[in-house]
């Protein structure tokens, strides 16, 4: 779970990203790759980024995470000489401000907030490798898929007077990569939960109307994968 920046809670913060330039990337244009040296953490103002994994070949293949709105990418930028660990590129057009790593770095280590709630997207972010490591088992892929939504809504989502509004573009192969289940599953499990009304399906994005249903699921007409 990437930190997502709060003006008010991160001035100092603020400030860097308001004296950056702002840099437009097409949609699936390359933010960086891995093995290449990391220099800038990336404020996205716009859109969203989506981070791949390789296989032996370095060729990308699943998708491991996605950066929102207001949330920083390239945490290796922190870290004195590391290099990129994944593929980043543009899940959409989308608005990037570049931040010099190391000033970033300072910044957390002198903002008492900013760091608390670096270190607590941290460990949101490992308590979601637990619940979804803890949910492979059969039948498992819906209670996955369901913990993973709920990720996602709480980092991306608008609270509105009906339910959540996820507005970044969701694919079900998206899905299906960050919740280590078939394509088919997702598709299975959330035409069974707008069957339900657990959810919608809007121009604007996806809509969860009954989160404590999505936590909770065993569809009886799914029969999803063990993967």
């Not at 604007?204 to 065993?218: F, H, K, M, Q, T």
Request: aromatic content about 4%; hydrophobic content about 40%.
């Amino acid at each position: 779970m990437p930190l997502k920046v709060v003006p008010q809670r991160d001035r100092k913060l603020n400030r860097l990203i308001k004296q950056g330039d702002v840099r437009t990337l097409r949609r699936t244009e390359i933010l960086y790759e891995p093995g290449q040296a990391s220099q800038h953490v990336f404020l996205v103002k716009g859109g969203h980024l989506r981070l791949t994994q390789t296989d032996p070949e370095g060729r990308a293949r699943s998708c491991v995470g996605l950066v929102g709105p207001w949330e920083l990418a390239g945490e290796e930028a922190l870290l004195p000489g590391a290099r990129r660990r994944a593929w980043c590129r543009a899940g959409e057009a989308s608005r990037v401000v570049p931040l010099d790593g190391e000033t970033v770095n300072r910044v957390l280590h002198t903002a008492a907030r900013t760091l608390e709630a670096f270190l607590a997207a941290k460990e949101a972010e490992l308590e979601l490798c637990r619940r979804l490591a803890g949910l492979r088992r059969p039948r498992g892929a819906p209670r996955r898929l369901g913990a993973l939504l709920m990720h996602l809504a709480e980092r991306l989502g608008r609270r509105e007077e009906e339910g959540v509004l996820l507005s970044v573009p969701l694919t079900h192969q998206l899905l299906a990569d960050l919740a280590s289940c078939h394509r088919s599953t997702v598709t299975t499990v959330l035409n069974d939960w707008i069957y339900r009304g657990h959810i919608r399906d809007e121009a604007d994005g996806l809509r969860i109307l009954a989160p404590e249903e999505l936590l909770a699921s065993r569809p009886s007409s799914v029969d999803p994968d063990s993967s």
